[in-house]
């Protein structure tokens, strides 16, 4: 494989993360080393979903054998302040109970000693005093709640009520031929990293400072709230990432609680302190997407054409509002109208608070919740009004030409041809084959279903969009806030060698190797030439709010940062070698390792002798060409904050995704075999087909465990039913096929390499893909995941007779 | 996730094991492939003051071909039996579940008497012993006792072995000329404990369907030679005797009609295996 | 052996990657701690403590076992392999390394000890495998990023290469 001039984007080269990962050489955070005399945590927590704490005693366990401090909230709330709550209501939330627990497995005390082993020996020696209360489970029973509240200082346990008027809805409605409406619960799950949460700190009583390494992911805007809550300035909270994370989906993001809570284990301790997660804390009390009641009204034309959407989102976002939360529910406000060119939408939006763990990033990130909503919707017309499926969504695609293309609620598509992207999957994909399968199918009795859908994938999120909770009042009041800054530093140093520093916090996507390659073609290099760290300190290296691993904006924005900064570099030595080649800055260029007069190959110097220049000789450097340390911050103006009429711009990029499969359900066991998936993505440039493919079929097994295994399920009292990895069911090598994977490639504008996210669109694609082939099968209105072998054989099985 | 503390013996006799076993009584655990055990200790689930490590005693070893039946020792590893050579030809029963039992990785540890001693509602063992008439070769300081399987089985989880007592080996009844098995299991996914297992033995005589994932423990009911509606009636009884529970997984309604089913079809191809 | 009393630490020796391992351990610790915090080979990961994930599997004499599910005393004078002993000399990838390397059979890497390590084993034993039975015998290990489907392909391919290794030889 050679790329002399440039070439090596677009190419799946070998991985540089890859021989460390696979030898065992991987340095997640359990495997690093801890300072001397690191105390290890355990936590106790909550076997109640609601109650008051009425004591705590912690006298035996304090003596316990090699215990070094117990911490409850009382310590707690003594040394920190609450965690900073997205919305404007009297409500408070702690990294560990006060007073109260709202969920099973909040933490209660945390009691650190010589290992972990002897930590959770002093847990069994603490007592608890319960006064047990009712707990709200149910979305539905908490918002009609008129006395049970979960926080005080609401005087109901909606923490959030807004409505949103886009266009002209009322009159589109009472214009439109018909209405057609679908009603879902979406179910509570989480991607479950293999990996779990893990935090080392530590506290310097002498400088009032906070050190603390975790595999938390970002985004960074954690980060103020943390120091906020630690009570001292950004620049005393130094945190640190470790260089290899197992895995995150959004999920590490949830870790910021912990971070805050042994923080303030270690400065009680008085030494560091270590703790790492375990399956059980990690499934009972982790992070959960949010599960959401959604009734979705449609103002329909006879043809099937949808002029108007009503949405009524009830969000439930758990025991604690935790930052970003409510983000899932306004993640997708400019993308209401999926991939649809609808002009009219009216929004209800709340947000509620019951007795389950808190919510908080997970992949896909409110795209599941609202496209399970419309695409069964869209299903709906297709049935309701006697047309084809595939019909109805090519007759309400955004046109092709049209873009970039303004949504009904702000959103602005940058790029895309949906209908080109549709027939191409349509026949690419066989989808008339798939129909004729399920002809002959249901002719032999079988029970066969198609599903369709079309999908928006939204990436590289706008740090304001959370701010449409607000009123456009509250948002004047409070200072606008958008933008995504995406950061990149590039050095070289006195051998002439280039090392890139990126604040991406990868959890496994191969950003060093994509990094690498993006730096390799700018430069002229090999890919190997160009080595880069992505470890993250806050105390060194360059980052921002927006910094981290998330709404997928890796490559759109810091692959775009690393390019913009790599090209500042290469300006700069371009100047220089124009200096001593003799040329004009433009006639120079980077190729094989060599900076060179184009068109003559003999006046050429190799490329680290004249990087190394401005090290060994700064004198005979061109003034203001001294390329010796680059930092780019790149964000983009498209990233409005929301406006006066709450029309909110969400994210930068927009993929298409358009899915479609056959699947079959068995009678007998109500088992849904899936028979074949095609996914379809237009998600504009591609840096590296072979991650491109990694991430698809990644995402498409969360999607496919999301749709048919996963659940976290509660029981009506609250306990939490899920508790083990053989209670919630992840997916195997058995019950994964391989999808069908084809792509499309229409570069974003926006982005300076063209590409958009990825990783994430069939997280919001197919759950509902699958569940409207399942509703096809069974010939069902309404269906809601998990589509669990005892909920479809409840259509497929003869009533039981009583006997 | 640690367990709490425990002393630690690793028996090289069968004696060493059982007076371990007679002195501690119920505060000595045995451990064997570990399977099971471990996840209770971590979880603190289970809390020996002692655990006996049985896999070193090499008399507990070995599969034997008894007259009538295939002996299984303690130690054997329900890789070692799915793997050996003559299974199927001896017990095809066997043969059809083992595959079954969770994944090659845990079946490369796990025991077969110790899946006997867990007595998991739902296990494949547990369902073969009850479905063929197997017995459960007991034994103590005290001396020795052999039950068949369905006296072993009492209860969720339960069995009638005492505290001071080991599963020494059990005994799979063979083959016999003319016998026809089958083996129907649904789970969640691949390798989870089934929702329902059905376990079928045709003979001359007739037919018997052992089901496992419904009642607390697995249960059998000859039909003798029923076909037919007469047969479906049958297995619709055994149905609900079975009282089948709700759990996260599926409601009891839900398994009655996998039992009638997967049972009835379970049934069906014993007979045809016979021919 | 005499009776290991629960709250000392006990000698535990045996063969890890060829060469032989002691260090100490109370009866309740569990193999996976032992690995990585007494001998301080991490590459042995942790991803559930109950069985389940497979991150944790290494190879004990001769067969596939999660690590989790056992006690470091147990463990006593026998022979392991883990992820550190796959490959051949350092700077150099095994057959199946390369492999799931060229096929991106890995993202994050945390289940990828575990995986190889069973497959390291069952490719011993299984020389043509089909890919029905290299997604039965992987199913008890759970991968959350790749979807599996480059794992199998890597498996097949690495099958495939030994194959031809074996033949040339
Ligand atoms: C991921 C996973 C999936 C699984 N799936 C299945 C499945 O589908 N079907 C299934 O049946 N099992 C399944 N199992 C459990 C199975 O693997 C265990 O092997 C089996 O239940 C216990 O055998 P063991 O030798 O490991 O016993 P241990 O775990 O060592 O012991 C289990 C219990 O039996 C007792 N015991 C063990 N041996 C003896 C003896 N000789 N005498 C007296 N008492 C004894 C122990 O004291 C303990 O109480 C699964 C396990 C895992 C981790
Ligand atoms: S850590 Fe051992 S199987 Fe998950
Ligand atoms: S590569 Fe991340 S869990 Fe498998």
Redesign the interface.
């Known amino acids: 494989m050679t790329a002399s001039g440039g070439g090596w984007l677009g190419q799946?080269i070998?991985?540089v993360?890859?021989?460390n990962?696979?030898?065992?050489?991987?340095r997640?955070i359990?495997?690093l080393a801890v300072r001397t005399g690191t105390l290890h945590a355990a936590i106790l927590r909550s076997p109640h979903a609601h109650a008051r704490i009425r004591s705590i005693d912690v006298a035996a366990a304090r003596t316990a054998p090699g215990v070094g401090a117990v911490l409850t909230g009382a310590e707690v709330t003594a040394l920190s302040s609450s965690l900073a709550v997205g919305v404007r209501a009297p409500i408070q939330s702690w990294p560990i109970a006060v007073d109260r627990v709202r969920y099973v497995g909040e933490p209660i005390a945390v009691v650190v000693a010589t290992d972990?082993?002897l930590a959770?020996?002093a847990l069994?020696l603490i007592e608890v005093e319960y006064e047990p209360l009712p707990a709200l489970v149910d979305p539905r029973d908490a918002l009609a709640s008129t006395e049970l509240f979960l926080h005080d200082g609401l005087k109901s346990n909606v923490a959030s009520d807004r409505s949103f008027r886009y266009g002209d809805p009322e009159a589109a409605f009472a214009k439109a031929a018909r209405k057609i409406s679908v009603s879902i619960h979406y179910p509570r799950n989480s991607?479950?990293?293999?990996?779990?949460y893990g935090v080392v700190a530590e506290y310097d009583a002498n400088e009032d400072a906070y050190d603390v390494l975790a595999n938390f992911m970002g985004p960074f805007t954690m980060h103020p709230v943390m120091a906020r809550s630690l009570k001292v300035p950004g620049n005393r909270f130094r945190l640190r990432t470790p260089p290899?994370?197992?895995?995150s989906?959004g999920v590490k993001q949830g870790v910021f609680p912990y971070i805050v809570l042994m923080a303030l284990a270690a400065r009680v301790a008085g030494k560091p302190v270590k703790w790492v997660e375990?399956?059980?804390e990690h499934l009972a009390a982790s992070v959960s997407a949010t599960n959401r009641m959604t009734t979705l009204d449609a103002a329909v034309e006879s043809d099937g054409r949808v002029v108007a959407l009503a949405w009524d989102q009830v969000e439930d976002v758990g025991a604690h509002i935790r930052a970003p939360e409510p983000a899932t529910l306004y993640r997708m406000q400019g993308n209401l109208t999926g991939a649809y060119a609808i002009r009219h939408v009216a929004v209800r939006n709340r947000v509620v608070l019951t007795n389950k763990t808190p919510t908080g990033l997970n992949r896909g990130f409110g795209g599941p919740q609202v496209y399970y909503a419309l695409e069964r919707l869209m299903q709906r017309v297709a049935v309701e009004l006697n047309l084809d499926p595939l019909e109805v969504i090519r007759r309400n695609l955004v046109p092709a030409g049209a873009f970039p293309y303004r949504t009904a609620t702000g959103g602005l598509l940058d790029s895309g041809n949906y209908q080109q992207a549709v027939d191409t999957a349509v026949q690419d994909g066989g989808l008339a084959e798939l129909q004729a399968r399920r002809d002959q199918a249901r002719a032999e009795g079988r029970l066969y279903g198609i599903g369709l859908t079309a999908a928006v994938e939204p990436s590289v999120s706008n740090m304001g969009y959370v701010t449409a909770v607000l009123t456009p009042e509250e948002r004047r009041k409070a200072g606008p806030k958008n933008g995504a800054q995406a950061t990149a530093t590039i050095a070289v140093d006195p051998s002439g060698s280039v090392t890139v520093h990126i604040a991406s916090a990868p959890?496994?996507?191969?950003h060093r190797t994509v990094a690498a390659q993006i730096v390799a073609d700018a430069l002229g290099l090999k890919p190997s030439d160009v080595r880069v760290v992505t470890d993250l300190d806050t105390a060194r290296d360059a980052w921002s709010i927006a910094s981290g691993n998330y709404s997928s904006r890796f490559a759109a924005a810091v692959g775009g940062a690393v390019h913009l900064a790599a090209m500042q570099i290469k300006g700069k030595l371009a100047r220089g070698a124009a200096a001593q080649l003799n040329v004009p800055t433009d006639e120079i260029e980077f190729a094989n390792g060599k900076i060179g007069a184009k068109g003559n190959p003999d006046n050429a110097i190799a490329f680290g002798r004249l990087a190394a220049a401005s090290h060994w000789s700064p004198g005979v450097v061109p003034d203001g060409a001294q390329a010796l340390r680059e930092t780019v911050f790149w964000s983009p103006p498209q990233l409005e904050a929301p406006g006066d009429l709450d029309e909110t711009n969400s994210s930068l990029c927009h993929g298409f995704i358009f899915d479609f499969c056959g699947v079959e359900v068995d009678r007998?066991?109500?088992?849904l075999r899936i028979d074949k998936y095609v996914t379809m993505h237009d998600c504009g440039t591609i840096l590296h087909p072979?991650?491109v493919?990694?991430q698809?079929?990644?995402?498409?097994?969360?999607a496919l465990g999301a749709a048919v295994?996963e659940e976290f399920?509660y029981a009506p009292d609250g306990a939490f039913?899920?508790g083990?990895?053989?209670?919630y069911?992840?997916?195997?090598?058995?019950?994964?096929p391989?999808p069908v994977i084809l792509h499309m490639e229409s570069p974003s504008p926006f982005t300076p390499l063209g590409a958009k996210g990825v990783g994430e669109g069939n997280c919001m694609s197919t759950p509902v893909c699958i569940a409207n082939a399942v509703a096809d099968a069974l010939g069902l209105d309404a269906i809601d995941l998990p589509l669990?072998?005892?909920k479809l054989?409840?259509f497929t099985?003869?009533k039981?007779q009583e006997? | 996730m640690k367990p709490a503390r425990f002393d630690y013996v690793r028996a090289e006799t069968l004696a060493e094991a059982h007076a371990v076993l007679a002195s501690e009584g119920g505060d000595a655990i045995v451990i064997a492939g570990g399977q099971s055990l471990v996840p209770l200790l971590s979880m603190r689930m289970a809390r020996p003051g002692v655990l006996v490590d049985i896999m070193h005693v090499a008399d507990l070893g070995g599969i034997v071909i008894k007259d009538d039946a295939i002996r299984v020792g303690a130690t054997v590893r329900q890789a070692q039996l799915l793997a050996w050579p003559e299974l199927a030809a001896h017990q095809p029963l066997l043969a059809l579940a083992l595959p079954f039992i969770g994944h090659a990785q845990t079946r490369a540890r796990g025991t077969v008497c110790g899946s006997a001693a867990l007595a998991d509602p739902s296990a494949e063992i547990p369902l073969a012993l009850v479905a063929l008439g197997g017995e459960i070769e007991l034994s103590a300081a005290a001396g020795k006792r052999q039950l068949a399987a369905k006296e072993f089985f009492n209860g969720l989880m339960s069995t009638s072995r005492n505290d001071d007592e080991l599963i020494e080996a059990v005994h799979f009844p063979r083959t016999r000329p003319g016998d026809g098995y089958a083996f129907i299991e649904f789970a969640r996914r691949h390798g989870d404990f089934a929702i329902v297992a059905c376990a079928a033995m045709a003979d001359a005589q007739g037919v018997r369907l052992a089901v496992g994932g419904v009642a607390d423990f697995p249960t059998a009911r000859d039909f003798g030679p029923l076909d037919g509606a007469a047969l479906d009636e049958a297995i619709e009884d055994f149905a609900f005797d079975l009282e089948a529970r709700d759990d996260l997984h599926a409601n009891a309604a839900y398994r009655r009609e996998l039992v009638r089913q997967l049972g009835r079809k379970t049934i069906d191809e014993a007979r045809r295996c016979r021919v | 052996m005499p009776r290991l009393t629960a709250d000392r630490h006990h000698r535990v020796r045996f063969t890890l990657n060829g060469r032989p391992v002691e260090g100490d351990a109370e009866p309740r610790m569990l193999l996976t701690d032992f690995l990585r915090h007494v001998l301080g080979q991490t590459g042995t990961h942790v991803g559930c403590e109950h069985g389940v994930c497979g991150a944790c599997t290494v190879e004990i004499d001769g067969a596939p076992a999660r690590a989790c599910l056992m006690l470091a005393v147990q463990a006593d004078g026998m022979t392991l392999r883990t992820v550190e002993g796959l490959a051949p000399e350092p700077g150099r990838l095994s057959v199946l390394q390369d492999a799931f390397r060229r096929h991106h059979a890995l993202q994050c890497g945390f289940c990828t000890p575990g995986i190889l390590m069973s497959l390291d084993i069952y490719l011993r034993g299984h020389a043509s495998p089909t890919e029905a039975e290299v997604r039965d015998f992987l199913s008890g290990h759970l991968c959350r990023c790749t979807g599996y489907v480059p794992v199998v392909a890597a498996a097949l391919d690495a099958a495939a290469k030994l194959r031809e290794a074996a033949g040339d030889a």
Do not use: K, N
Not at chain 1, 21 to 26: K, S
Not at chain 1, 244 to 247: E, N, P, T
Not at chain 1, 507 to 510: I, R
């Open positions: 799946s070998e991985r993360e890859d021989a990962l696979l030898t065992g050489r991987g997640y359990d495997d972990r082993y959770e020996d069994e991607c479950t990293p293999i990996e779990t290899d994370s197992g895995g989906f375990d399956r059980l959890q496994g996507q191969g007998v066991t109500g088992a072979g991650m493919a990694g698809v079929t990644g995402g498409f097994a969360h295994y399920a039913l899920s083990t990895f053989a209670d069911l992840l997916p195997t090598t058995m019950e994964v391989a669990t072998p005892g054989a409840q099985h003869p039981e006997s």
